[in-house]
């Protein structure tokens, strides 16, 4: 018999968003709160090197990448309240497979 743990998240339990750099593997996070608009660092602040976010996509006034429309939109979906989320009538849930240990 197999028996796996997996782990389950709402939006509201996501305490941050954490960017580690591919070159120096450094981490920095952003932690998300309601009213405050969360950013993607241009680079990385322990080693320099320059994060690309991709082409951006024409999103009304302004442009947006896939990476800055993730962070926006969990930004925005975290502001709804809880007569929004009955109305659409559905929450949305993370799932993780719990980390193994060495």
């Keep these: 018999m197999t028996i796996e743990r997996r782990i389950v998240?709402?939006?509201e339990d996501i305490k941050a968003i954490i960017f580690e750099c591919n070159s120096c593997l450094s981490r920095v996070?952003?932690?998300p709160q309601v009213g405050k608009h969360m950013h993607?660092?241009?680079g990385c602040?322990?080693?320099g090197a320059k994060w690309s976010l991709l082409d951006p996509i024409k999103y009304g006034d302004h442009d947006?990448?896939?990476y800055a429309n993730f962070v926006t939109s969990i930004e925005r979906m975290r502001s709804f309240t809880k007569e929004?989320?009955?109305a659409?009538?559905?929450?949305i849930l993370l799932e993780?497979?719990?980390p193994k240990l060495p």
């Design 84 to 86: 929004t989320t009955d």
């Design 45 to 47: 602040p322990q080693c």
């Design 29 to 31: 996070g952003t932690t």
């Design 96 to 98: 993780f497979q719990e």
């Design 9 to 11: 998240i709402g939006l």
């Design 88 to 91: 659409v009538g559905f929450t």
């Design 40 to 42: 993607i660092p241009k």
């Design 64 to 66: 947006i990448t896939p």
